[in-house]
């Protein structure tokens, strides 16, 4: 018969192991976690232009992991909690307007929607968000959102179309695994001159070797830029 002095042992629900799994992704995600809530809750029965205005006004920051602190250039959550929406989100782009729109519209949901904010040192950095929004008897009350920086990959992206008509074909063949020769021929150039574009378009695009400048061009979308 076991002793009345011996300790119990501690019951996990289904839900302690959801709030703990939820804690794990939230701290230790390397995207940008964020919670949403508003001090007058959102009626959704609102035209969206009215939703639009009522959201920037109402709605502040309540909680964030470390990973969206750093986005923005501080060390420490409290800097950004009760943070309003115009404090890091710039209305005056009108690409921002319209994804706002895109999320309201589309059921207070949205993936992949871009954004353009400024960081502690008015810095612009762009941002994908995945964005969901919790309605509780007719009010939008809170939204979770999930932001990855690409603002280094938008960059490329910038710095790619001003590559010249012979840089983005001989990118383009490098990334189709044809030889220096194969490429120069169907250029038009010498194999030298084949070469010497292949080290400037390292040098732009920030690869060291041929494999890390095929992998930026794959991901920067290459094959799809026109010449």
């Known amino acids: 018969m076991a002793s009345n002095n011996a300790k119990e042992k501690p019951q996990f629900t289904t839900r302690n192991k959801y709030e703990e799994y939820f804690q794990l992704f939230f701290h230790q995600s390397n995207a940008g976690v964020w919670l949403a809530e508003f001090d007058e809750p959102l009626p959704i029965n609102l035209p969206i232009e009215m939703q639009a205005e009522h959201l920037l006004k109402h709605a502040y920051l309540s909680d964030c992991n470390l990973t969206f602190v750093k986005m923005y250039d501080y060390e420490d959550s409290q800097n950004l909690i009760n943070a309003r ?72 992206k910038e710095i790619l179309k001003q590559l010249t008509s012979e840089q983005v074909k001989v990118l383009k063949s490098t990334v189709e695994g044809k030889t220096m020769k194969e490429i120069a021929s169907e250029v038009g150039v010498s194999p030298k001159t084949v070469e010497s574009v292949r080290s400037q378009l390292k040098s732009i695009l920030g690869a060291t070797t041929i494999a890390q400048l095929i992998g930026i061009a794959i991901q920067l979308g290459i094959q799809a830029l026109e010449i």
């Open 85 to 156: 929406f115009p404090q890091l989100f710039d209305n005056g782009e009108p690409s921002n307007l319209e994804n706002l729109s895109v999320f309201l519209l589309n059921g207070y949901r949205a993936h992949d929607i871009g954004t353009i904010e400024i960081t502690r040192n008015g810095q612009k950095k762009y941002f994908l968000n995945d964005v969901v929004g919790v309605v509780e008897d007719g009010h939008l009350v809170r939204v979770w959102g999930i932001q990855k920086d690409i603002t280094s990959e938008k960059a490329q």
